[in-house]
């Protein structure tokens, strides 16, 4: 049984893999725990619930005129502006050196709040609700990238794991393919840093445990024909839904369709 300290080490890194600041291994080995585990994929579909909302655009709003002045007052910039033009005060490195501590020590905080605020258990089935995710392996096992679907807010979040590498003025695409239909193009996604693509409404309405995601490999910005074009190199099924049958099932039901489909 894990103790408590293992158990806190195992939810900072889920959340470390929502964030995408685990390295290579360690976000492989996530990525396997989502594919066979149910509870490793509620954990991080919950770790996307509570940290996505944080990169909402936030609208700019101008403040108020007394703002600035209030901050000139409590910093020395008069008295630096009279020997230096205003433009050296973003070269002050010992400014942002302790704006930078302020900025990590907020964020650490926030992560530490996180993981002590006490939780109300819920069942697993109140995150899938909202929430759906997708393990991508490659023909040798390893997962390529990991996906999760945020459906109140109609986008996906698709991290690397270990993807395999591309040829040059090549690009990896991504595909729904419900059961016995034909692919549909979600985006292209890249190998080297999480991508957010939009979930428009003929999407969202074909997500499911009985569709799968596949990713081919295409011409640079995408197939030119609307259907994939080059091979499949990774795929996987979707997850999340309360009546999910097994996603193993369900990925055997659909291998067929999608190799068929992009050959």
Known sequence: ???????????LRYAEYVLGVLDADARAAVAQEVQSTDEAAAAVA???????PLAEEIVEVAPARHVWTRIRDLLPLERAASRQPRRELWNNLP????????AGAVAAACVVMLLTYPQQPSAPT????????AALQ???????WTAT????????????ATPAALA?????ELWLIPAGQKPISVGVITRDKPTTLTLLPALLA?????AVLAVTVEPAGGSPTGQPTGPVIAKGAISGSPDAPDRRSAASHNDGHAKRTAA
Not at 1 to 11: I, P
Not at 95 to 102: C, D, F, S, V, Y
């Open 1 to 11: 049984m894990n103790t408590t300290a293992e158990e806190a080490d195992d939810r």
């Open 46 to 52: 919950l770790w996307q619930r509570r940290l996505m």
């Open 95 to 102: 400014l942002w050196h302790w704006i930078g501590i302020g």
């Open 126 to 133: 109140a995150v899938a609700a909202g929430y759906m995710v």
């Open 138 to 144: 490659q023909d040798n096992g390893v997962t390529g």
């Open 149 to 160: 679907m945020d459906l109140q807010r109609s986008r996906m979040v698709v991290v690397p």
């Open 168 to 172: 040059q003025g090549r690009a990896a």
């Open 206 to 210: 074909r997500l499911g445990p009985t």
